[in-house]
């Protein structure tokens, strides 16, 4: 499905039916990094309506500016009103599990429980990381994708790879900052 925004379209694909499940990318990725991961899991369970978004500058999602954080969080809120969600799951990896913690903030009597992976109550990044993405993209992009994911994981890892070197390098940027600002002590 694509929902039409005001500077831009959000992307998303929906599985099932139930109670919704809103699946949130982690930086620099897209929808199919999750929906790969999870859906052999998710494919024979009949009560979870799984809604994995592409974020704002991600995967199919498109946007005229580099988004900032209020951006994502306006465009999940937009999923949400396009499907008629009243209570819901969040579901985030990394970046996405920070942005699942924005939304408690703001939807706390609509969320019913919370799941996320990989994801700290800080985001800790580097400068050097900002300077990778500057002066080696590509680099970068092989660094990040090593560092993530395990060897076990090949399959996945050489998705992310491939979703990473498509997103712009602003919004990659973007990621990071809003991750350096997450902090949920």
Same mark, same amino acid.
């Given at each position: 499905? /694509? ?6 379209? &959000?992307?998303? =694909?929906?599985?099932?039916?139930? $109670?919704?499940? *809103?699946? @949130?990318?982690?930086?620099?990725? /897209?929808?199919?990094? @999750? #929906? /790969?991961?999870? #859906?052999?899991?998710?494919?024979? !369970? ?6 994995? %978004? +592409? ?7 498109? !946007?005229?500016? =580099?988004?900032? *954080? ?18 819901? &799951? ?11 913690? #924005? ?7 609509? &969320? ?6 990989? !994801? ?6 580097? +400068? ?8 080696? *993209? #590509?680099?970068?992009? +092989? ?12 399959? &996945? ?6 979703? %990473? ?7 990659? @940027?973007? /990621?990071?900052?809003?991750? $350096?600002?997450? +902090?949920?002590?």
């Amino acid at each position: 499905m /694509d929902i039409e925004l005001p500077n831009g379209r &959000i992307h998303a =694909v929906k599985h099932g039916s139930g $109670t919704p499940v *809103l699946i @949130m990318h982690g930086g620099g990725l /897209d929808h199919r990094h @999750m #929906e /790969d991961a999870l #859906e052999p899991v998710f494919e024979n !369970t009949k009560n979870w309506m799984r809604t994995y %978004i +592409d974020l704002p500058g991600h995967g199919r999602s498109v !946007t005229e500016k =580099v988004p900032a *954080l209020n951006e994502y969080i306006d465009a999940i809120h937009m999923v949400m009103q396009e499907e008629g969600v009243k209570s819901y &799951i969040p579901f985030g990896h990394s970046m996405g599990g920070g942005i699942c913690l #924005e939304l408690l903030k703001s939807d706390m009597n609509m &969320i019913e429980g919370m799941l996320l992976i990989s !994801t700290g109550s800080v985001f800790p990044i580097p +400068d050097y990381y900002f300077n990778m993405v500057d002066n080696d *993209l #590509e680099g970068f992009i +092989d660094f990040l994708v090593r560092s993530v994911f395990s060897r076990k994981t090949d399959l &996945i890892a050489e998705i992310a790879k491939k979703g %990473i070197g498509r997103i712009n390098s602003g919004v990659l @940027m973007s /990621d990071l900052q809003i991750c $350096t600002s997450m +902090d949920y002590t």
